[in-house]
């Protein structure tokens, strides 16, 4: 959509298939966007049964224009690695998650690629795995870059407890052999079945997390952390957590989350306003690095509904 138009103007609303879409493929199980460059994830069967590919998109072009459309498939994906559940972009690279059996079923792992390149020239594609993978960790099940930062996650990781979750933040101008390469983080206070992780987001050096089962206000209220990365676990306000201010069990809020500056958005989509899973969006506005601070932190609470 653009939203400098309304329902009734021309170029107000753009459609996008898959040029080579087919049945089950899931073309938008997940999308993001940078300029005028979108980026879609698909289970599609490239190398198999939900490998999973990504299509790219320049906005500026048409279906009928060369290099409207690009697809991108891992160089090593087999069936059922569902290549494109999570996707990030931030300028000419491009993040992807997959649930692959790299270091046991759905360990999960992250491509990370070059957009100046292609797949035939070095360096287009680099994976990542976490230090610590598991079966049935999947890392990578969301993911987030801003500049050469990384976060992925692996929300159902036995950080601190049984799928407690925890979240990886990498530097990508190192590698894996590296000192500063890999950070992980957990929360403070996490419990078994928290899925720490369902969410990321990062905005320069802030990091904000979704924990969509995490209790504090009933049974599946849902809550976010929001990480200064210049600060580690144990400088004060490095790690604030909010809750919704009527937040109740089962709204699971923190299930998506994103941030731009100061502004931070979180989905509650369970959330009961208008009806059983109607859903509500929270924004937040302010200084989130003070809430653990002396100083009386400055933050306003929106909430919106669907009209």
Known sequence: YDLTKTSLDDGFERKITASDGAVQDYFGISVAIDGTTLVVGSYDDANGDNSGSVYMYDLTKTSSDTGFERKITASDTDAG?????????????????AYDDANGENSGSV??????????????????????PAANYYFGWSVAIDGT???ASSFSSDGNAENSGSVYVFDLTKTSADTGFERKI?????DAGDLFGVS????GNTLVVGAYRDDDNGGDSGSVYIYDLTKTSGDTGFETKITA?????NDQFGISVAIVGTTLVVGAYADDDNGDYSGSVYVYNGNFGSV???????????KLTAS
């Open 81 to 97: 690695d569902l290549f494109g559940r999570s996707v990030a972009i931030d300028g000419t690279t491009l993040v992807v998650g």
């Open 111 to 132: 491509y990370v690629y070059d957009l100046t390149k292609t797949s035939s020239d070095t360096g287009f594609e680099r994976k990542i795995i976490a230090s610590d």
């Open 186 to 190: 957990t929360a403070s206070d996490a």
């Open 149 to 151: 930062t990384l976060v």
């Open 292 to 302: 653990n601070s002396e100083t009386e932190p400055q933050i306003t609470e929106n």
């Open 245 to 249: 201010s009527d937040g109740a069990a």
């Open 200 to 203: 990321v987001a990062i905005d």
